[in-house]
């Protein structure tokens, strides 16, 4: 009988997941096309409005499938894959494999009316019908927002099942794993707390257009960003909780400062919900904001140097060194390197002064995307490839061939983002506007540059999800897996590597017997 849904953690980490790389294969897809759009400027009138509706189409859809739900499948495929790590378990599985496909699919509908709003649908050119290119009446928009709605909904209802089920199976005489910890608080609390923001927006758009009801531009605006701000932090923050527990792993040693690790989550918690009004720097502001903005965001960054610090000890003191050699460990070191380079960017943004040179402009972009390309992207890439040898088992592993396409996909994937990160944030300390199709032809050069690198790693993610995809869907198995002695971790971290059960599995509890010495004993 063919499985209407997966009945392990594990199993539900990775439908999240795929539907994840599906909607990235399509986000990839419009980056690349309205990139060939980019390389020439349209200098001529005529031409350059006929392909600009296609262009700002585009990128409302890279944007919104980005930010509505690769962030969300991503961060919830982490989550239950957390939960199976850590020895606790999803319970409701029916519940969250509806909430997926609703998640996933009600966007297409929107889609279909061909936004050209952008994804932070700012009124009052998303309130119009000629934001639309297939949908012009306002039953027709209002029902896209409505299928919007319905995905942000999915969203929320899904983080928050996830956390309950995650309470429901807590170790209940020690501490919850460092990985569950930040799975639980970024892609739970901060999910289900700060997306009904969006929710309530795509519903009010809804109204406006149902039931005419009215929009206030200022309120929609601080709604959209209480939920515009922290999105960008809910895969991160939980790919923070997987490098706590992988750069260890790799580094054969504990986490240099669990208690570190556990403080830091009240601080990137807490100012994750208050920094938001520093995206409206360009706004009269009243003084007393603009010197809230700063302060809040510097501590924001003063979190994440928290954890750079803690896993740059942890490394340090490694006794035999860091195995970089593994797939899984230089994805996981990858990761945390372009987060380190490409927070560098975000140093300035922070500051009045400073801010009003680039805000709107390419260098926010580079930076931005640097951080999704890294942390987000290859941070994930490091957790789904620990997922697959979990699910393999302990008697396989990755190839030669695998690890080949891995590392050569990882590596290409990494030049390719700097070369492309960087062109970026210059041309944008340049004045090259973001969103702007009709740009001078004098950043013509930069374009170029940025769309070679956009190449390299469009064709650097087919090596990467080869193996991934073919694994996922169980063939070329014999091709990227060969059998295995075992998989080495070192003291004091516990891995799962059994493989799943074809039923339910029994709910294991990991409870820390000292959490000095991070000594943990399985329980049954």
Avoid: C
């Amino acid at each position: 009988m063919v499985k209407l849904y997966p009945k392990t953690s594990l199993g539900m980490g990775l439908v999240y997941i795929s539907g994840g790389i599906a909607w990235l294969i399509v986000m990839g897809i419009a980056a690349l096309w309205f990139r060939t759009i980019l390389l020439n400027p349209h200098t001529n009138p005529t031409v350059g409005y006929a392909i600009s509706p296609l262009y700002y189409f585009l990128v409302t859809l890279h944007g919104m499938s980005a930010m509505y739900i690769i962030v969300e499948d991503l961060s919830l495929g982490i989550f239950a894959y957390a939960l199976h790590k850590s020895g606790m378990s999803v319970v409701h599985f029916r519940t969250l494999a509806i909430l997926f496909w609703v998640l996933n699919l009600a966007p297409i509908i929107t889609f279909a009316g061909g936004p050209i709003t952008g994804w932070y649908m700012y009124p009052p050119l998303a309130l119009q019908t000629q934001s639309w290119l297939n949908y012009h009446s306002s039953a027709l928009i209002g029902m896209a927002y409505f299928f919007l709605f319905l995905n942000s909904l999915a969203a929320i209802l899904a983080s928050l099942v996830m956390f309950v089920d995650a309470i429901k199976t807590r170790p209940k005489e020690a501490k919850i794993p460092i990985f569950a910890a930040y799975a639980m608080m970024f892609a739970g609390a901060l999910i289900f707390l700060t997306e009904p923001a969006l929710a309530a927006g795509e519903l009010w758009y809804t109204l406006y257009f149902w039931a005419n009801v009215p929009v206030n531009p200022l309120t929609w605006v601080v709604l959209f960003w209480f939920f515009g701000h922290p999105v960008v932090y809910y895969v991160p923050f939980t790919v923070f909780g997987g490098l706590y527990a992988l750069i260890p792993q790799y580094a054969r040693r504990p986490l240099y400062s669990e208690r570190w690790a556990r403080w830091n989550i009240i601080l990137l918690f807490t100012f994750s919900m208050l920094a938001w009004v520093h995206h409206l720097q360009t706004f009269p502001l009243p003084v007393y904001i603009r010197a809230f903005i700063t302060p809040t965001t510097l501590i924001l960054a003063a979190g994440s140097g928290l954890t750079v610090l803690n896993l740059a000890l942890t490394i340090f003191y490694s006794p035999t060194g860091y195995n970089y050699k593994d797939p899984v460990g230089f994805a996981a070191l990858i990761a945390y390197i372009g987060f380190i380079l490409a927070g560098l960017q975000a140093l300035i943004l922070p500051l009045n002064i400073t801010n009003v040179i680039v805000h709107n402009t390419y260098y926010v972009v580079g930076h931005f995307h640097l951080m999704i390309w890294t942390i987000i992207l290859v941070g994930s890439i490091a957790i789904v490839l620990d997922m697959l040898r979990n699910q393999m088992g302990a008697k396989l592993d990755f190839s030669s061939l695998g690890r080949g396409f891995l590392f050569a996909g990882l590596s290409m994937w990494t030049v390719g983002a700097f070369l492309t990160g960087y062109t970026m944030s210059y041309a944008g300390y340049l004045g090259l506007i973001r969103r702007w199709d009709a740009y001078p032809v004098k950043f013509l050069p930069f374009m170029d540059i940025m769309s070679y690198g956009a190449m390299i790693m469009g064709l650097s993610f087919v090596f990467i999800a080869l193996p991934i995809v073919l694994t996922m869907i169980r063939v070329g198995i014999p091709i990227f897996w060969t059998p295995t002695s075992g998989v080495i971790t070192s003291p004091g971290i516990t891995m799962n590597t059994q493989p799943p059960s074809s039923g339910t599995p029994s709910i294991t509890k990991e409870v820390s017997a000292n959490a000095d010495n991070n000594n943990v004993t399985k329980l049954k």
